[in-house]
Structure formats: C-alpha cells, structure tokens
C-alpha cells in the first residue's frame, strides 16, 4: 500500500542543523509530488513547500526560504527537509505528503518528525 | 487574500448533525478540501473535490460550497470523529492555504 515513512524525532541545540527523511513506498516515487507541512506546538497546519519529484525543483512557501532546504534522492525514494541556524521556534512537527492524483490534494501522509530545538 | 478562516471549535451530541465551515474569497474559484487529524496523529484527507470521499472515509461525511465558503458536514457523529478539521485549498501557482482549523468535540 502507498506509504511515507518519516525519520524518528530529533532533539537539536540552536544553530544546529537537522534533516528529516520520508521514505515513500507502494507508488512510483516520481510521478506525484511531496509537500512538507510545519506544526508548531498546539498550532495549526502551515504549508512550507513542495518539491517536484520529477525534477527535483522546490518550490518554497513565504517565511520558509533561506533556512529550509528540500531535497530528493530518487534512488531510494526518498524526500528530505533539511533546516539549518535552528531556532527554537522550528520546534514543531514536520510532516510529508503524497500529492493525489488530483493535483489539489494529499492522499498520504507521514507519520511526522517531532523536531525539538533547546540547549 | 489567501486566508481561510475557520470557527475555532463547535460541538455536537453523539449521533447529530454538525457543519463545519471554512470561509475565504479563494473558495470562489477553487473548491475546498477537508483534513481530519486526531490527537497525535498526522491529517488524514476525508473530502475533495466537489464532494468526493477517499476510500475508508465514512458517508457520513460530505462537503459543499456556496460563494466565499465551503462546508463539511459529519451527519451522525460518532465519538471517533472527535478531531481537529482543517480546511485547504491549492491555487493555480500551486500553493497550498491551510484554514485556522475547528476542534469538533463529541458530547
């Protein structure tokens, strides 16, 4: 069945750096694109970006460009977010999603990635 | 603007009928889709389109539109259906809007 398999939960000091994976199984990786999706403690969902799986151009939401870095490795069919400088208020869950085959919506989600950031 | 509000929490009693909506002047060109996240876990989509229903998501959910606002409705709620809702929308530069979302709580 179509599945993404995010990476386990991470506790970073500020000024780190943290990369999420999603692993996607059961669907042909490159055919649908991922989006990333922030939810900060007790906050709603807040849409970061997504990235074409065919091409492996992001596209990046306002107030997630500089830090934010999607990347793919096709190989393994897998999609990362890598954020660098953290700050405490990256803390949040970051979750991946399969775009459908609507165009206009997620059909699959991860699981989420609990990042922590805190000296 | 691309904002979509959402009332922050309605109620219903076990087993009636209670609307959800999720107001913005994008949903006059685009149709609206609904997301179910229960505590801890990740959003689950439960209605697209026009009123299109994944497969496993119950009848008792549905959607509809009218002018700036969309709708879901749960008809006969079930105590499982206790979750946060969130709206959405993708414009033609295929930027996602998620809604401010409602906590529906089952009586």
């Known amino acids: 069945q179509v599945q993404l398999v995010q990476s386990e939960s991470e506790l970073k000091k500020p000024g780190a750096s943290v990369k999420v994976s999603c692993k996607a199984s059961?669907?042909?990786?490159?055919?649908?694109?991922i989006n990333w999706v922030r939810q900060a403690p007790g906050q709603g969902l807040e849409w970061m970006g997504w990235?074409?799986?065919?091409?492996?151009?992001?596209t990046y939401d306002q107030g997630f460009t500089g830090r934010f870095v999607f990347s793919l490795d096709t190989s393994v069919s897998t999609a990362y977010l890598q954020i660098s400088s953290l700050k405490a208020e990256d803390t949040a869950v970051y979750y991946c999603?399969?775009?459908?085959?609507?165009?206009?919506?997620?059909?699959?989600w991860g699981q989420g990635t609990q990042v922590t950031v805190s000296s | 603007s691309s904002e979509l509000t959402q009332d922050p929490a309605v109620s219903v009693a076990l087993g009636q009928t209670v609307r959800i909506t999720c107001q913005g002047d994008?949903?006059?060109?685009?149709?609206a889709s609904w997301y179910r996240q229960r505590p801890g876990q990740a959003p689950v989509l439960v209605i697209y389109?026009?009123?299109n229903r994944p497969s496993g998501i119950p009848d008792r959910f549905s959607g509809s539109s009218s002018g700036d606002k969309a709708s879901l409705t749960i008809t006969g709620a079930q105590a499982e259906d206790e979750a946060d809702y969130y709206c959405?929308?993708?414009?033609?530069?295929?930027?996602?809007?998620f809604g401010t979302g409602t906590k529906v709580t089952v009586l």
């Open positions: 959405n929308f993708r414009d033609s530069s295929r930027n996602h809007v």
């Open positions: 999603a399969k775009l459908g085959n609507d165009g206009l919506t997620d059909d699959c």
């Open positions: 059961g669907y042909i990786f490159s055919s649908y694109a």
């Open positions: 990235i074409n799986t065919k091409t492996g151009n992001p």
């Open positions: 389109g026009k009123n």
């Open positions: 994008n949903l006059r060109s685009y149709y």
